[in-house]
Antibody, heavy 119, light 104 residues
Framework: QVQLVQSGAEVKKPGASVKVSCKAS????????ISWVRQAPGQGLEWMGW????????NYAQKLHDRVTMTTDPSTSTAYMELRSLTSDDTAVYYC????????????WGQGTMVTVSS | YDLTQPPSVSVSPGQTASITCSGD??????TCWYQQKAGQSPVLVIY???KRPSGIPERFSGSNSGNTATLTISGTQAMDEADYYC????????FGGGTKLTVL
């Protein structure tokens, strides 16, 4: 079946970087883009950006564009999201989700990866 | 671009729940809705204003006109208790703040 499986929970110190992976299965990876969405504890959803898995085109949220990098490895059907210069405000569950274009509805979501930033 | 949702909506079992999402000229944009149950990932329940993905019950419907999109749940069941988020596109993806639906 179609699924997105993300890497496990991370604990990072302020100023560090984190890289979360998202492995797709059950469909042709390069037929859909991948968005990344995060959710701070008790808060709503925040879109971080989108990457086109076919050509690597990206569209990052303005708030994060200088700290985030999204990449893909089509050979392993895996997408990656790296966030740098972490602060406690980056503590959140990070989701990958499948969307045809950056403007598209997100039809399938990963299980989420908890990233905790703490000294 | 901002999308505004009521923080909470309450409904009795079997009744109709309506959750609104407001934004400037939102009716000119495609809107979708996600359901997120406690401790789970979001699930798409409505896309392109009115369309239901495969597997979503017919009691879920959507509309979008003017400045307001609405998610309607007819014959609400206890299993529908969740947070609901609207989403639209304005050069970037924008989410509403979410609405907690309580089925009393």
């Amino acid at each position: 079946q179609v699924q997105l499986v993300q890497s496990g929970a991370e604990v990072k110190k302020p100023g560090a970087s984190v890289k979360v992976s998202c492995k797709a299965s059950g469909y042709t990876f390069i037929s859909y883009g991948i968005s990344w969405v995060r959710q701070a504890p008790g808060q709503g959803l925040e879109w971080m950006g989108w990457i086109g898995t076919y050509n690597g085109n990206t569209n990052y949220a303005q708030k994060l564009h200088d700290r985030v990098t999204m990449t893909t490895d089509p050979s392993t059907s895996t997408a990656y999201m790296e966030l740098r210069s972490l602060t406690s405000d980056d503590t959140a569950v990070y989701y990958c989700a499948r969307g045809l274009y950056d403007s598209s509805a997100l039809t399938m979501w990963g299980q989420g990866t908890m990233v905790t930033v703490s000294s | 671009y901002d999308l505004t949702q009521p923080p909470s909506v309450s409904v009795s079992p079997g009744q109709t729940a309506s959750i609104t999402c407001s934004g400037d000229k939102l009716g000119d944009k495609n809107t979708c809705w996600y359901q997120q149950k406690a401790g789970q990932s979001p699930v798409l329940v409505i896309y392109r204003d009115t369309k239901r993905p495969s597997g979503i019950p017919e009691r879920f419907s959507g509309s979008n006109s003017g400045n307001t999109a609405t998610l309607t749940i007819s014959g609400t069941q206890a299993m529908d208790e969740a947070d609901y988020y609207c989403q639209a596109w304005d050069s970037f993806v924008v989410f509403g703040g979410g609405t907690k639906l309580t089925v009393l």
